[in-house]
């Protein structure tokens, strides 16, 4: 990409004044979560999905609804349990005796912005019916297939694997996922201001559309503009490749989520109005794109060393590029 084709500046001041208005609708319903919020933006530019996970009650739920109301556009939600079928998820097709004729009833997975509440709860089998939607955004059924309306997100929810009822998973399922989040407990303060919006009712209850879906396609195909120099691609390919050669890992980052990472840096660049990609939208954004993607090692798991550790390691000894003029 030239500098002469990157994002004009006078567009990415509009793309900034909408990404504040989901920022504080957002902030309203998830208090003390600021990295949480902006990540979760920049993954919704990019054209990414997003894995949430953490302990029930924290609000993993509450921001991927909060997210689809502040957005006018059509949101389906999937509950997964352990008799969750994939046909639940994607849709039937249905054959009509009298008329001798079938016709196909479309899932909840046919929406703009597809919550997948507690995914990690529902079989492999379940699970994987995601996988089409997410990688192609299209549904095959039946030897049929049907384009998904654009734009489409996914936002996952589960609990951490140690709870009862969960099964891990999929490598090839995690690797669609462009970023996994944390929420963790807020901060005394932030607990304390939840408690004290809590009391005039539920603030999603107050949430109204700031952006259409069409606004966000749009802002979608401006962040794909932002440019990156030679250097930070070098930067990105050694950062992506330096994951496959640590003693730690059984399995590293794969191809897609070095493109990944460097569209979720450019969405990350685009929210802060700039039309250039610098290292710290790299850094800002790596450990939420890599981590969830690394399979350690038997001997990580025995010493204790995760996933997060390996990808904060090689952020610190990858050399960054020397500085250009975007």
Known sequence: MSQSTTAPPEQLT??????SSLRTGLASVITGHPQLIDTTIAVLLAGGHILIEDVPGVGKTTLAKALGRLIDTKVGRIQFTPDLLPSDVTGVTIFH????????????VFANIVIADEINRASPKAQSALLECMAER????????YPLPGPFLVVATQNPLEMEGTYPLPEAQRDRFMARLDVGYPSYEAELQMLEQREA?????DLQPVLEAATISRFASLVRRVYVTPSLKAYLVQLVAATRQHPMVRVGASPRATLQLTQAARALAATRARNFVVPDDI???????????IVMSP??????????????QVLATVSLPPPTTA
Do not use: K, M, N
């Not at 009712?201 to 209850?205: A, K, S």
């Open 283 to 293: 850094q800002a954004i790596a450990l939420q794109v890599l981590a969830h993607r």
């Open 14 to 19: 509009e793309l900034a004044a909408g990404v």
């Open 97 to 108: 005796g009298v008329e001798g004729q079938s016709s196909f009833r479309p899932g909840p």
């Open 201 to 205: 009712g539920d603030p999603l209850d």
């Open 299 to 312: 001997t990580a798991r025995a010493e204790g060393v995760s996933a997060s550790d390996v990808v904060s």
């Open 138 to 145: 299209q549904v095959t059924v039946d030897g049929e297939t």
